[in-house]
């Protein structure tokens, strides 16, 4: 979870509140873990712009291996009558193709209502936080606002204490 500012339509004034979120580095370590490195580091459904990214950003890095990711916005329809709906951030996987190229998995969703003209702001603080990681190769050791991991991000801690780096580097491919 993390401090984020959103509306709140019974007051009808901004607040701050607690809201989870998933973590690109974390969902793609995990991805890591358990598939395949070979697919998650596919271009092969890349279009040419991606490519040509992708072979920049491993000059600069200085690395032969990169994992490039994608970063998706979505509005939700979330009842029978689809009066309301829920805005998604998700991440998603542009360089791999068959069933697991149109794969979006959820980083945050917030009701439509409750998005102020702050909220993406302080979503994408916490974002760009866990992108700098995963460019650096590097598990954070703390929270994004430079405060220790919470009771509530134990597993987070416990992912951070591991031993060495990331077991990739990536970098935002696709928005």
Same mark, same amino acid.
């Given at each position: 979870?993390?401090?984020?500012?959103?509306?709140?339509?019974?007051? %009808? &004034?901004?607040?701050?509140?607690?809201?989870?979120?998933?973590?690109? #580095? !974390?969902?793609?370590?995990?991805? @890591? &873990? +358990?598939?395949?490195?070979?697919?998650? +580091? #596919?271009? $092969?459904?890349?279009?040419?712009?991606? *490519?040509?990214?992708?072979? @920049?950003?491993?000059? %600069? +890095?200085?690395? !032969?291996?990169?994992?490039? @990711?994608?970063?998706?916005?979505?509005?939700?329809?979330?009842?029978?009558?689809?009066?309301?709906?829920?805005?998604?951030?998700?991440?998603?996987? /542009?360089?791999?193709?068959?069933?697991?190229?149109?794969?979006?998995?959820?980083?945050?969703?917030?009701?439509?209502?409750?998005?102020? &003209?702050?909220?993406?702001?302080?979503?994408? &603080?916490?974002? $760009? @936080? #866990?992108?700098?990681?995963?460019?650096?190769?590097?598990? /954070?050791?703390?929270?994004?606002?430079?405060?220790?991991?919470?009771?509530?991000?134990?597993?987070?801690? *416990?992912? $951070?204490?591991?031993?060495?780096?990331?077991?990739?580097?990536?970098?935002?491919? %696709?928005?």
């Amino acid at each position: 979870v993390f401090r984020c500012r959103i509306f709140n339509r019974k007051t %009808q &004034e901004e607040e701050t509140v607690e809201i989870p979120i998933n973590l690109p #580095s !974390e969902i793609l370590e995990v991805l @890591w &873990e +358990l598939g395949s490195a070979e697919a998650l +580091l #596919s271009e $092969a459904n890349l279009d040419s712009a991606g *490519k040509d990214h992708m072979k @920049w950003m491993r000059e %600069q +890095l200085g690395v !032969e291996s990169l994992l490039g @990711w994608g970063l998706h916005g979505d509005g939700i329809p979330c009842n029978y009558d689809r009066t309301e709906s829920v805005v998604m951030i998700s991440l998603n996987l /542009p360089g791999l193709s068959g069933r697991n190229g149109r794969m979006r998995i959820p980083l945050v969703i917030l009701p439509d209502y409750a998005v102020s &003209e702050n909220t993406f702001d302080d979503i994408k &603080e916490v974002l $760009a @936080w #866990s992108m700098r990681h995963m460019l650096d190769g590097i598990r /954070p050791s703390c929270r994004h606002d430079g405060q220790p991991f919470n009771k509530s991000d134990d597993k987070r801690a *416990k992912r $951070a204490k591991k031993s060495g780096n990331l077991p990739f580097r990536a970098c935002l491919n %696709q928005v």
